[in-house]
């Protein structure tokens, strides 16, 4: 398959950086690599520096715990960018309503990433013209649900809860999806500039099986597909290592046993996890033990399941990459007007339900 995304790219394109500098990447990795060494070599650290080995060892664990998920979105990366723009929106849906919403989030499911790998990924298909309603349910369906890490939680909190949780997600990433298309329709929200329309008479299965006729694998092609990758991945890599980072010191100066422990099923609780969750960036990887404390040492299900989905709503991360993604402030300000009511509905139902 050949690229024909990157010519027909606006020029005011997200990923347009020209020769400057990305000087919060170069600052961040830097202090990541350095930590990364620096727990590597304990002789390095005083027996003194007590805060010292806790941020390198924070940043060792979490980078140790999120680096498959980054790599694998990098590679999805660069294949979507290989993918003619028609082939994606053609398997979304290139209309507006349930059909698309749906899909995008049954494919935040099944894709199996890590919440900063799907967020690499849900940039580049904004970029190659997914609608809004279509990435937001994307993004907001997929932190923790990918196969790996929803068999993890049965196994810690049963299954009853695990599939409650799963379409309970699902749910806000569907209602969420139609809220945003909504929002685009009445014009509150701009819509997606990279929006295309199908070519008349355009079929994806026998186009797809075409294209792959005519594809021709080659090292080449493959080494060209990782690098474009890893450059069109920069914009989401410079905020996953600044969260790497603040993870870090919070795990340094704030400690977790508190709300894993305390936090039960009230409103208070569940307003506390609400703002933990707000405050600290933890990959999904680290979501899913620690909810799953909320609800067998908490008794607090309802808790459990906001820590899982306010993460997602209120990451600075995902807000901040949204921001450059869309190039406005509006879009991602709207992700958590739009989604924590009804996390905190659903998570309230689940406490009294218990």
Request: hydrophobic share 50%.
């Amino acid at each position: 398959m050949s690229d024909c995304c990157h010519k027909e790219a606006p020029k005011n394109s997200c990923h347009e950086t020209g020769n400057k500098r990305d000087y919060l990447l170069i600052i961040t990795s830097t202090i990541i690599v350095v930590s990364y060494l620096i727990y590597l070599l304990p002789d390095a650290i005083s027996a003194s520096s007590t805060h010292l080995h806790s941020f390198v060892s924070s940043s060792f664990s979490l980078v140790n715990t999120m680096y498959w998920g980054i790599l694998i979105g990098i590679v999805f990366i660069g294949l979507l960018g290989q993918v003619p723009r028609e082939f994606i929106i053609a398997l979304l849906g290139s209309k507006n309503g349930i059909g698309g919403v749906f899909r995008a989030t049954l494919a935040g499911v099944l894709l199996d990433l890590c919440s900063h790998g799907i967020l690499m990924v849900g940039s580049k298909l904004y970029e190659r013209g997914a609608s809004l309603g279509q990435v937001m349910a994307f993004l907001i369906a997929s932190p923790w649900n990918s196969v790996s890490l929803t068999l993890i939680l049965w196994a810690l909190i049963g299954f009853k809860w695990m599939m409650t949780f799963l379409l309970a997600s699902m749910l806000i990433g569907i209602i969420s999806g139609l809220i945003f298309e909504t929002l685009v329709k009445t014009k509150k929200l701009p819509g997606n500039p990279n929006r295309i329309s199908l070519p008349d008479g355009f079929k994806l299965i026998p186009e797809t099986k075409s294209a792959l006729k005519n594809f021709n694998f080659s090292f080449s092609w493959l080494s060209k597909m990782l690098i474009q990758g890893l450059k069109d991945s920069r914009m989401v890599l410079r905020w996953v290592f600044l969260g790497i980072i603040l993870a870090s010191l919070i795990r340094t100066f704030v400690s977790l046993d508190i709300f894993q422990t305390y936090f039960g099923p009230t409103l208070l609780g569940l307003g506390l996890t609400l703002l933990v969750a707000t405050i600290v960036e933890v990959c999904s990887e680290g979501t899913v033990p620690i909810a799953a404390d909320l609800l067998t040492r908490g008794n607090a299900p309802g808790n459990s399941f906001t820590f899982l989905m306010a993460g997602v709503s209120t990451d600075y991360t995902e807000i901040m990459v949204l921001r450059e993604v869309t190039g406005r402030w509006i879009i991602p300000l709207f992700l958590p007007l739009v989604t924590l009511p009804q996390i905190l509905l659903l998570g309230y139902i689940f406490n009294h339900i218990n």
